[in-house]
């Protein structure tokens, strides 16, 4: 049928574009991966995917114990010309990046590449999109040839600490721009089982981070490489262009994580 599940541990589609049934995916192949894994589907018309909070009848589980998402809350179908459309049949609205939130009922075709869904029901539900654009399939050069990882290693302590300092950039908010210290130690303590945290821890657990980028050779982190005012921004580029943070890990400031 030309549809394939995805594993719970299956990476970010960020930073990875799985197989589709063991070859590189055909441009206009869908992937959707949640918190319980996923489904990837080939671009067959009338092809169809449901996302919801049923998960016996559904291929993506959203907000498995939330009652706020509906049981069957959006529909990802194939239409005969390839293109995926998203119909949201829930009740909360669908925020979908660089687009106005899809509202109940309403439909929209979604675009090549890469596109997170947020659905704010008891806590954030985050849902990835990966419609193949053919060429990240071309660089490999055998279908089991494994896919380089670029991200830098963070312990779950720093990526919790930058995820909340950064999170407007992984909500793909209209006025994003990174936290203040004191903003970023508030949120910090709102995070289940998270407590404690001051201006100066959080500030800390990012310095650890910016000072072994820069020993790597990682310029423009720290105070003699850059100013001030550009540190965050510039931490900001390289955690984002290496797929280090990714949208779903906007999950921990809802979850929490440990010491």
Avoid at 133 to 155: I, K, M, N, Y
């Amino acid at each position: 049928m030309g549809m394939y599940f995805l594993e719970p541990l299956t990476p970010s589609l960020l930073r990875h574009e799985p197989l589709l049934g063991g070859a590189p995916a055909p441009v206009g192949a869908l992937f959707v991966l949640g918190e319980e894994g996923g489904y990837a589907a080939a671009p067959r018309a009338h092809s169809t995917l449901v996302l919801g909070r049923n998960s016996p009848d559904v291929h993506v589980t959203v907000g498995a114990g939330d009652w706020y998402v509906s049981r069957e809350h959006a529909t990802l179908r194939c239409a005969p010309d390839g293109r995926w459309t998203l119909r949201n049949g829930g009740r909360l609205p669908i925020r979908i990046s660089d687009a106005p939130a899809l509202l109940h009922e309403h439909e929209t075709t979604v675009p090549h590449g890469y596109a997170p869904l947020y659905i704010q029901g008891s806590r954030l539900h985050v849902v990835e999109l990966l419609v193949s654009s053919g060429r990240r399939g071309a660089d490999r050069v055998r279908p089991e040839t494994g896919t380089r990882d670029l991200a830098w290693p963070l312990s779950p302590r720093e990526r919790l600490v930058l995820v909340a300092l950064f999170q407007l950039y992984l909500l793909r908010a209209d006025d994003a721009h990174p936290l203040s210290w004191n903003e970023t130690s508030r949120r910090l303590n709102e995070v289940p089982r998270q407590r404690g945290w001051t201006d100066r821890r959080a500030e800390h657990a990012v310095d650890g981070v910016r000072k072994r980028l820069a020993a790597a050779g990682v310029a423009g982190v720290t105070a003699d490489s850059a100013p001030p005012d550009a540190i965050k921004r510039n931490l900001l580029r390289v955690l984002l262009d290496t797929a280090t943070l990714v949208p779903p890990d906007l999950r921990l400031l809802d979850t929490g994580t440990g010491d």
